[in-house]
């Protein structure tokens, strides 16, 4: 079956930067478009960035536009988001999604 564990995630100072990652099983990684999504307290579940599966489109959602780059490793079945410049408002549960499925999602937590 379809497993996404997300790891990377922690507390970080403002303008700090951190590197979540997505280990995918269970399906063919290279032939799958990945994504990462965030909800934050109380609001709801939102996209931030998605990767085609050859790394050829990307897309992000235009509040982290220049700050988070989207990226993955087709022989390591992984997908990353690098996430520079963090704002307080990026603080949420950040979770990894493929193919309809959603990995538990990793806390992703910006305050000085």
């Known amino acids: 079956q379809v497993q996404l564990v997300e790891s990377g995630g922690g507390l970080v100072q403002p303008g700090g930067s951190l590197r979540l990652s997505c280990a995918a099983s269970?399906?063919?990684?290279?032939?799958?478009?990945m994504s990462w999504y965030r909800q934050a307290p109380g609001k709801e579940r939102e996209i931030v960035a998605w990767i085609s599966s050859t790394g050829g489109s990307i897309s992000y959602v235009d509040s982290v536009k220049g700050r988070f780059t989207i990226s993955r490793d087709n022989a390591k079945n992984t997908v990353y988001l690098q996430m520079n410049g963090l704002r307080p408002e990026d603080t949420a549960v950040y979770y990894c999604k493929a193919l309809g499925n959603w990995g538990q999602g990793t806390q992703v937590t910006v305050s000085s």
């Open positions: 269970g399906f063919t990684f290279s032939t799958a478009t």
